[in-house]
Structure formats: C-alpha cells, structure tokens
C-alpha cells in the first residue's frame, strides 16, 4: 500500500509540474488578440500588435474545425493588423489562428484553443463591391466613403425627395449641406428656374426622411463593402454615425435660407434689364432677365427707346430666371415699362453688361464675380448645343444644332458684335471657331433670328467665363447645359456615350489604367498615341491642382510611350491622370483617369 501511493505521488508531482510549465509558456507567449468579422463574400481578419516588438511577417492560417485540419492562407511582409479573406464559401464556417514573426525571432501567435470563427454571407448587391484597399489605412477608407456619400449617395437622394429639380442644382445642393456653408446668399447659388423644385425643403419632415434613405443606403453599402475598406462592424457604424450627425442641422439652415430666397425672388421687379451692347452697325441689343413670370399673367410689358416701342409678349409663359434678347433700335436710352409704369431706365453702352445676375442665372453686382456657368434656354429651331473653350490657344468653338430653310436668317454674336450669318442650314450639327482676346476675362454668347437687317427677334443668352478651360454642352441634345468632360462637336450629345467615349478616343490616343491600382510606392502610366500630336501628360490631386507633368505641348510621333510616377511626397488619396492631345488644326482631345495612391 505505501508503494502505490508513493507511485502515485510521483506520477501526480511530473503531472503538475508539466502543467506549470505550459502555462509559463502560454504566458511567455502572449497570446495575440484576433478577431474575426462576416462581410459579403469575404471574412475580415483584425488584430492587434505588441508594441514592444517588430513584426517582419505574418502568417494566416484558417481551418473548418477548431481543433483541427488548419491550413496556411497566406504570409504577409510588414506589421499589418489586417486581412480580408476572400476565398471562403458563404454560409461556411471558419476558424482561424496567426503567428507574428518578430525581428528577433520569436512567435507571437492568436489562440488555437478558442480560435474566432465566422461565415461570410452573400452580397446583397448584384454589382462588384464599390471599394477596395490593399493596406490597413482607415483614414483613407473613411475619405473614399465620405466621398462616395456626398458625391453619389447624397444627391440619389435628394433627387428622390425633390424630383422636380435638375440633376445639376442636386448636385449643388448636395455640395453646400456637406460643407454646411453659413452664407445666408442662396440666391448666390442655385439657379432661378429651381427655386420652386426646392419647396419640400420648407417641409419639417424633409430632414427625417432624408436620413432615413440615407441610413438604409448606408447600411447596404456598409454590408457590401466594410470588409473591402477593412473596417468592422463597428468602424463601419461610427463612420456611418459621423456622416449623419450634421444632416438635421445642415437642412434646418438651409430651410431658413430657403424661405429667405423666396422673400427676395418676391421682392423683385418681375423684370430686369441685365445688359446691353452696341454692335457695329449701331443698333442697341438688350437681354432682359424674367424672375417671376406667374405675376407677369395679362399685364402689360414693354421696352421703349426713342426710336421703338416693343411689347414683351407671352412672358407668363416663361420659367423663372429665362433671360432673353432683343434689339430696340439705335437709342442708347432704354425704359421697361409694366402696368403703364416705368419700372427701370437704363443706359446702353456704359459699363453694364451683368448689372443683375444669378451665379447661373445670374441676379448680382457686375464686381461679386462669376463663374463658367451657361443658362438654361428654351428649344427654338437653331440653338447652342456645346462649347468647348481652349485657354492657351484662345480659342472659342461654338456647336449650334437644328436646322433652318432659306427664309430664317440667324446672327451669333459675341458682346453684341456678329460674329456669324446663317440661313438654309441643313446639317443637324454646325461648328463655329472663334478667337478669344487675352484681355476679355467675360462675354455673353447670343443667337438671334433676324427680323430684318438691323432687327433681332429674342433669342438665347449664353454668359461665359474665360479665366480657365471649359467644356460645357446639352445633354442630351437641346436640353439642359451639363459639365461634361467629354467632346462630341459635331454629334450628338448622348449622355449614355460618356461611359463609352473611350471608343471613339483611339481616332487620337489610348490612356490605359494605370499598374498597380491602388499602389503604394510608384505606378505606370502609359498610353498610345495613334497619329503625330502635341501632346500633354500630367497629374493632379482631387482638387485639380497640377502636381506633376511628364509632357508639356510636346511634338510626339505616334507610338507606344510609358512613364513611372512615385507617389512620394503626397499624402495618400485619390489622384488623376490626364492626357491632352492636339492633331493639325482639330480642337484638343482630352481624357483622365483615376488612381489611388496608399502610403
């Protein structure tokens, strides 16, 4: 009996000795922490670091049962503290573990004994995901979603809350409530024409349903994208929160600039003289701006002169802020008469060329300054489809499409001086090249059908800004004015060719994406040029600013050219690739592309 017992003391003594030394090993170790989150089609993998030690690699390994058949993922160089999983099966689970390979040669790794586990799920959307990085870099992953959120989710919505308005003051107002501008000057901003689509914003529940679209948008765009951003769950709510917070306050203010619009609109004349110009033969040319055409129902209007007397007719018919322009004579003193009361008096020829102005549609002083913006004008048989304005070579380049027979003569003018005759134009689409003095800064753009040899009918007012390049055009043809970075003088104007213009640019050039996409180090940008051109190549940041330029107004024989760019020196963002190309005497052919740069 005290034999057994001394075996059994002895066998229990080497049992808890070697227990103590596994768990002085578990301790040693230092299990790292890991956790593991199910998103669309992908499990993220987030863990943390030891700040006392240098991580030179980082194996993944994953397996279907916890307590066996693990396999190594992957091996990753660097100190990242995380991975996204993309080869996994939605609705399967998995369990995963890491080892930490420190400098010094130690392992680091996560538990084997409660190792995390997840599954993915299936995407919700049937498109790829929007977002995707390389690297853990949370401040760029919030800067791609906040982006995303004001320049597409945000106006979506607001074009389903206030379906009347253009795509473009959506935009506009989509822009000012994520900056939460404080100027009280709305009527700075929008366009006339859209001040009555605006109305639901006097609405009190406009603000809460707002955030309700945009709370289930983000939600769907959350699922389909957090792990691509490597961001949990959690990340991914606080970022969702932040773009929410200031959304009851930025509509609150902009519901009190909105009633204070509408104060001033009402306080307005119903219409205004906004400029005048003298051409070459003498006769004065006018535009007039209408900003209340409901209140303009069976009253009188005219503009009398000394030498005529033209009533305005059918002005009910407008839309607010619709500018036009008549000639009235060779009198330089004008007078608008409403209701057999002289409302204005203006004196043609002196410096009063935007006297009133929207930025846009344009109601202030001449000195508050303006931007590249063209108004919006009613279709007529001839109109002005596109422009495209080239500031180095001064050149202007007019689109008018329609057609017209032997009797209709029109004129385009630039500042009230003809520019151009037309009559029996039969192609649907007319090119007019014209050149653009370096001191003229502002000009109005008109077309107008003659009455007769010195006598305008009322015609389209186009302002224009020629401090920078500018593309602008119809889209679709004879509709609203759109920025559009793509040229299509001479055809039509499609807005389902944007996406697709890339098949008509290798008539110049091909811009290939740039490799590797994002990167973190340097990229290739390369491109064929198709024919002989002078060319252009260079880089901007997100705002525009040039930072780089490979080829300035460079002769270049058609061929294959390459070119790396190192992102060294920037932060981490999105930046742009443009290639410009000129060919004979062809109007410059102008393409961009996106690349994201990750530190």
């Not at 209408?290 to 209140?295: E, I």
């Amino acid at each position: 009996m005290r034999i057994f017992l001394g075996k059994y003391y002895l066998i229990l003594l080497v049992f808890l000795s070697g227990l103590g030394a596994q768990n002085d090993s578990l301790i040693a170790v230092n299990p790292v922490e890991l956790n593991a989150f199910g998103g669309s089609e992908s499990i993220l993998l987030k863990w943390s670091l030891p700040d006392s030690a240098i991580i030179n690699e980082i194996a993944v390994h994953r397996g279907l049962n916890p307590d066996r058949d693990y396999s190594l993922l992957t091996q990753i160089d660097g100190p990242l503290t995380a991975w996204v999983d993309t080869t996994v099966n939605p609705g399967q689970r998995y369990f995963y573990f890491i080892e930490l390979l420190t400098e010094d040669g130690q392992i680091l790794t996560s538990t084997r004994d409660t190792p995390p586990f997840t599954a993915a799920f299936r995407r919700l959307s049937e498109v790829d995901p929007i977002f995707s990085l390389n690297n853990e870099n949370r401040e760029l992953a919030d800067s791609l979603v906040t982006t995303y959120f004001h320049e597409t989710l945000f106006p979506a919505a607001l074009g389903r809350l206030l379906p009347d308005c253009p795509a473009a003051d959506i935009n506009l107002l989509a822009r000012l409530l994520h900056f939460n501008s404080q100027s009280t000057a709305w009527l700075d901003t929008f366009q006339l024409s859209s001040i009555d689509g605006f109305s639901p914003l006097a609405v009190t529940f406009f603000s809460q349903d707002l955030q309700t679209i945009l709370a289930g948008e983000l939600d769907t765009l959350g699922l389909d994208n957090r792990n691509n951003l490597l961001l949990t769950p959690q990340e991914w709510g606080e970022l969702q929160r932040l773009l929410l917070s200031n959304l009851p306050e930025a509509v609150m203010s902009w519901q009190e600039k909105y009633q204070l619009a509408l104060s001033e609109v009402n306080s307005l004349q119903p219409v205004t003289v906004i400029q005048s110009s003298i051409d070459s033969s003498g006769v004065v040319l006018i535009d007039y701006l209408v900003t209340a055409p409901a209140a303009l129902d069976d009253r009188p209007v005219q503009i009398s002169s000394v030498d005529v007397t033209i009533p305005l007719a059918g002005l009910a018919d407008f839309y607010t802020g619709q500018v036009e322009g008549i000639a009235v004579g060779k009198s330089p003193w004008i007078e608008l008469w409403i209701d057999g009361e002289m409302r204005q008096a203006y004196l043609a020829g002196e410096d009063l060329r935007i006297q009133a102005a929207l930025d846009g549609e344009y109601l202030a002083p001449v000195d508050s300054g303006w931007n590249q913006d063209i108004l919006r004008m009613p279709d007529r048989p001839l109109v002005i489809n596109e422009i495209n304005f080239t500031k180095s070579t001064g050149r202007l380049t007019v689109e008018l499409a329609g057609t017209i027979d032997s009797s209709a003569a029109w004129t385009l003018f630039l500042n009230g001086e003809p520019q151009a005759d037309f009559s029996a134009v039969k192609s649907d689409y007319r090119l007019v090249e014209l050149e653009i003095s370096d001191s003229l800064a502002y000009a109005w753009l008109g077309l107008r059908q003659q009455a007769n040899d010195t006598t305008w009918l009322p015609g389209e007012v186009l302002p224009l800004s020629f401090g920078a390049d500018f593309h602008q055009a119809r889209i679709p043809d004879r509709r609203l004015w759109v920025r559009d970075a793509y040229q299509t003088l001479g055809t039509a104007n499609d807005i389902e060719r944007a996406p697709k213009y890339e098949l008509t640019v290798p008539d110049v050039f091909a811009l290939y994406q740039n490799y590797p996409n994002p990167f973190n180090a340097r990229t290739t940008i390369s491109f064929d040029l198709l024919r002989p051109a002078i060319v252009n190549l260079f880089v901007t940041d997100a705002t525009g600013r040039k930072i780089d330029v490979f080829m300035e107004d460079q002769p270049t024989e058609a061929g294959y050219y390459q070119f790396s760019w190192k992102g060294h020196g920037h932060s981490s963002g999105v930046y742009f690739f443009t290639i410009q190309a000129v060919v004979d005497d062809y109007l410059p052919v102008t393409f961009s592309r996106k690349m994201i740069y990750l530190k």
